[in-house]
């Protein structure tokens, strides 16, 4: 079943997208998009993750600047609409948005009271941002780009934290990927993949770098990692 929830802020309410398992209930994972909005690859992760028995919710990161994004990944004028969003975002505005969706995931009806985030290049920043300034669950970080400018709060981060990086990210040279796992090494929570040979959104549908084999192993790896952290 797929659903719209209203999310409220002090600064007014959002929408996001729902995807519920058959069963109707289990634990959340909240889905940070990139740059293209709560498109057809977010719905489409969604319900993936419903199929597994997960609530999945993905909130409109980009409504304090236009509502209801939906960009194509084909499109040469979605690309730069989308760009143009991602320039103009604010971040810590946008970190408060997402757990404001946490809380909101912790209460629907069917829901655990376990949430995770997981995100997608902007949505990936998102993720290590909102698991080092509040509470979460678990949290899972594709290719976050910029997430090197952040390694200060690094620290904060204890909930499990999973992270997926392409070796050859165009977005997130090979210095930055460095220093993201020297600043994360030895923190028991958390682990961090790499995908030889792969660039930047290797696991997104449709894609130009789409990489299936390395997608599935991402996407293997994170099943296993989220039922382990929220039962």
């Not at 992270?163 to 050859?168: G, I, T």
Request: proline content about 3%; glycine content about 10%.
């Amino acid at each position: 079943m797929q659903d719209t929830i209203s999310v409220k802020t002090e600064d007014g309410a959002f929408d996001a997208y729902v995807a519920y398992p058959e069963s109707g209930g289990g634990p959340a994972v909240v889905v940070l998009h990139e740059v293209f909005g709560v498109n057809e690859d977010i719905r489409q992760t969604c319900r993936a993750l419903a199929d597994e028995g997960f609530i999945a919710v993905a909130p409109d990161l980009f409504w304090r600047q236009q509502r209801g994004v939906d960009l194509s990944v084909t499109s040469e004028s979605d690309w730069k609409a989308g760009l143009a969003l991602y320039m103009a975002y604010d971040r810590d505005k946008g970190v408060t948005d997402v757990l404001a969706t946490v809380a909101a995931a912790r209460t629907l009806k069917g829901a655990s009271g376990k949430v995770a985030v997981l995100g997608y290049c902007l949505g990936g920043l998102l993720t290590f941002m909102a698991a080092a300034r509040g509470e979460v669950d678990a949290a899972v970080a594709f290719h976050g780009g910029d997430t090197d400018r952040y390694l200060g709060e690094a620290g904060a981060i204890t909930a499990p934290f999973l992270m997926h990086l392409a070796d050859e990210d165009e977005f997130i040279p090979k210095a930055a990927q460095a220093a993201i796992r020297d600043a994360l090494a030895g923190k028991a929570n958390v682990t961090i993949y790499g995908y030889p040979g792969c660039n930047h959104a290797f696991s997104r549908h449709g894609g130009a770098h789409y990489d299936a084999k390395a997608a599935t192993l991402a996407n293997e790896r994170t099943r296993t990692f989220l039922k382990e952290a929220l039962g």
